[in-house]
């Protein structure tokens, strides 16, 4: 949210907003993340995002308000996820299955309190669910039957059907398609970037797409990281995709 919603991956999952206003983060950098004033919402449109069995939605949140309201949701009835604030801050997620039953996790048990920057992260892995806050996981359960992943567009800061108003700050919202672990997570909150690790393979060179295929999976540009670093984490990259 530098600036605005336009999806920083290049992958054109581009936001519409809807009332939310620029203002400075919690590091205080100029106009680089959202004020919802409990009438607000962006429209990410209605890309599945290319989660099939896993995925994972992190944020920065700073709420004005603690009783019920949606984070982020795709589809209006969670196809296939939601993060919401449920009573006195505490933060839950959901997902819908492919029989079509919806559930969530436990509640948290470290609820987010008012007027404060805290990290959150919810991550799915083929029937795992975990709630992370500030990089430390504080709910998990199992949900079986993989995810239902029938359309319906994802709304920032309230429900596709413009119910259940987030009020307070959003932003860096994340949308991948793995669960990352407690290390990645951390990475994140610490404005580190994050790779999952693989093999070495260095018996082939990068090609101009890999390199942007790369850029896209992780949601880095060049500017984000030093050239020799971006050719390692490429090669780690490679070993388990292109690189042959």
Not at 47 to 53: A, L, Q, R, V
Not at 90 to 97: A, K, Q, S
């Amino acid at each position: 949210m530098n600036g605005d919603a336009q999806d920083a991956s290049g992958n054109g999952n581009d936001g519409t907003v809807y009332g939310a206003v620029l203002v400075n983060d919690k590091d205080g950098n100029l106009n680089s993340a959202y004020y919802f004033d409990g009438n607000d919402h962006i429209d990410v449109g209605s890309s599945n995002f290319g989660i099939t069995d896993a995925f994972t939605i992190a944020f920065w949140i700073n709420a004005e308000s603690a009783t019920d309201s949606t984070i982020i949701r795709r589809g209006q009835y969670i196809y296939p996820f939601t993060i919401d604030i449920r009573y006195q801050g505490e933060m839950r997620g959901g997902t819908r299955n492919s029989a079509g039953s919806v559930g969530y996790t436990p509640r948290s048990y470290n609820p987010i309190g008012i007027g404060n920057w805290y990290h959150v992260a919810f991550t799915y892995n083929n029937g795992q669910r975990t709630v992370y806050i500030d990089g430390i996981p504080d709910t998990s359960d199992t949900y079986a039957g993989g995810l239902s992943g029938t359309g319906g567009n994802t709304n920032i800061g309230s429900t596709p059907s413009s119910t259940a108003y987030f009020t307070g700050y959003l932003d860096d919202v994340r949308i991948y398609t793995s669960a990352l672990s407690q290390g990645e997570i951390q990475n994140i909150m610490s404005g580190q970037q994050t790779y999952h690790s693989a093999d070495l393979d260095h018996s082939c060179d990068i090609s101009t797409t890999e390199l942007f295929a790369f850029m896209n999976r992780w949601r880095v540009s060049i500017a984000d990281v030093p050239m020799p670093e971006m050719m390692e984490a490429i090669e780690l990259w490679k070993s388990g995709n292109a690189c042959v």
